[in-house]
């Protein structure tokens, strides 16, 4: 049994579990985790449907017929042509799967485009609808070991990454916060990544106050810090890691000593990872130390978020959460600090909660200093 088709099984259990009749899954990193199929939406509806019990299916225009029969492990694969009308093979293969329409309860994929969702509404009025990710969200949220595997592979790429772009040094400074960004992505690939997992953060001297600032024309300069905040893919799964360097000259005691308190708030909160521990309790370890320091008002965002096949997933690592920790999840711990019109500080690792603790994936130096 593959991977994906031992995901789907344990989502057909979650469908019993929670007394709903089928999912119905869209393109989406739903849908990847389930059969490995990885497609961009269209206006052409392409659905997988999975009862509660039975083999599922897969509705799909034609021109994607023999790509799906390849590339996963579903063995039912109807296709509908452009002359047809798939929302009618959508309604027969429902029949035909047993599901009743009456009083029951169809889980649709979260981000289904609301064309899509609508037209399931019209076809089963006197069904209820739900989102997948009641059953699906606690099967992503634990990685299983082909999950971790890649997700180990992406963060030493961006390790290797992180080294080399600190082995710059003095030769960063003069370079655009675009121009860095560009090299990052350049060696991302080099190394053996897949394109970089989400848009990186560049962000020097007073843009490092933005936590989501992106990149620009602004000049790198000397003695001023530079926020780093990058990844890349690796089977289909993502790095997500950030550092503060300064490339050149030396930083203001100010910003050493910010830089000094971030790291000591992601190791307090590292500390405190381990089954049991509700998601809110690290956040608030990261959060104790930072306020205890006289910047609590400086640290504007949660203290993380998961990572799977979306770099923002669950668990989220806020306050008030109480959700306990479980081995298998894995998520950021990135603590902040940004001072308005000055900078800002970011240290980010990805760690995995183990059967006794957390494991960190990513091991580049978290210092500041380049050479």
Not at 226 to 246: E, W
Request: hydrophobic share 40%.
């Amino acid at each position: 049994m593959t991977p994906f088709e031992r995901r789907t099984r344990a989502c057909q259990q979650r469908l019993r579990d929670h007394g709903a009749t089928a999912a119905v899954l869209f393109p989406s990193r739903n849908l990847q985790y389930t059969t490995g199929f990885v497609e961009e939406p269209s206006e052409r509806p392409l659905f997988f449907i999975v009862p509660a019990e039975g083999d599922p299916v897969f509705v799909v225009p034609e021109l994607y017929g023999q790509q799906v029969r390849a590339e996963t492990w579903v063995s039912d694969v109807r296709t509908w042509g452009d002359d047809d009308d798939p929302l009618a093979l959508t309604e027969a293969v429902v029949s035909e799967l047993s599901i009743e329409t009456h009083e029951s309860r169809l889980l649709v994929d979260d981000t289904m485009w609301a064309q899509f969702t609508q037209a399931l509404h019209a076809l089963f009025p006197t069904a209820t609808f739900g989102l997948a990710s009641a059953v699906l969200g606690p099967l992503r949220c634990r990685k299983d070991d082909a999950e971790i595997e890649a997700l180990r592979e992406a963060a030493a790429i961006t390790d290797q990454v992180v080294a080399s772009i600190r082995g710059l040094g003095s030769d960063a400074i003069g370079m655009t916060e675009t121009e860095l960004a560009a090299d990052i992505e350049t060696r991302l690939e080099a190394a053996g990544g897949t394109g970089v997992s989400f848009e990186p953060t560049i962000a020097a001297g007073p843009n490092g106050a933005k936590p989501h600032h992106g990149h620009g024309e602004r000049e790198i300069r000397a003695g001023e810090p530079v926020v780093l905040d990058f990844g890349t893919r690796a089977s289909g799964y993502p790095s997500d890691q950030t550092r503060t360097f300064v490339f050149g000259g030396e930083p203001a005691t100010t910003v050493t000593a910010v830089h000094e308190v971030v790291r000591n708030a992601q190791a307090a909160a590292i500390e405190a990872v381990e089954p049991g521990v509700a998601a809110g309790a690290v956040d608030s370890a990261a959060r104790e130390v930072v306020e205890s320091a006289g910047y609590g008002e400086q640290f504007i965002h949660r203290t993380g978020h998961g990572v799977g096949l979306e770099v923002h997933e669950e668990p989220y690592i806020v306050a008030d959460n109480d959700r306990s920790l479980e081995p298998g999840m894995v998520f950021s711990v990135e603590p902040g600090v940004y001072v308005p019109g000055e900078f800002g500080v970011r240290i980010e690792d990805l760690v995995i909660v183990t059967d006794e603790g957390c494991e960190r994936l990513n091991h580049a130096d978290r210092g500041w200093k380049c050479e």
